[in-house]
Nanobody
Framework: QVQLVESGGGLVQPGGSLRLTCAAS?????????VGWFRQAPGREREGVSC????????YYADSVKGRFILSKDNTRNSVYLEMNSLKPDDTAIYYC??????????????????WGQGTQVTVSS
């Protein structure tokens, strides 16, 4: 059974940092898929935050998080991470990781991804 599990969410103060982890089961080699981080707040569309192209370090960042968030991958741990810095209340959302079986073209649009984790809540508040 393949599985994606997000962790690392929680409550953080504005200006603080948080590191999210997307861990894959051993029968799913995360490096072989395009992987993305997405977020959704109530009443808002799900948006692509940051994505990485399979087998590469090629990344995409949404304008709203450029310079603040860093996506990285650890193939030894079969995990993808999202380091979030200088967090703002507007970053509050449920954060999801996802992979896609449609590898080309490289995209960070939610509709391009077809296998999703359960999400982890990130709340930025004082």
């Amino acid at each position: 059974q393949v599985q994606l599990v997000e962790s690392g969410g929680g409550l953080v103060q504005p200006g603080g940092s948080l590191r999210l982890t997307c861990a894959a089961s051993s029968d799913l080699l995360l490096d072989s898929y395009n992987v993305g981080w997405f977020r959704q707040a109530p009443g808002r569309e799900r948006e692509g935050v940051s994505c990485i192209r399979r087998y590469t370090t090629t990344t995409y960042y949404a304008d709203s998080v450029k310079g603040r968030f860093i996506l990285s991958k650890d193939n030894t741990r079969n995990s993808v991470y999202l380091e979030m810095n200088s967090l703002k209340p507007d970053d509050t959302a449920i954060y999801y990781c996802a992979i896609t079986s449609d590898y080309e073209p490289f995209s960070c649009g939610p509709m391009s991804y077809d296998y999703w984790g359960q999400g982890t809540q990130v709340t930025v508040s004082s």
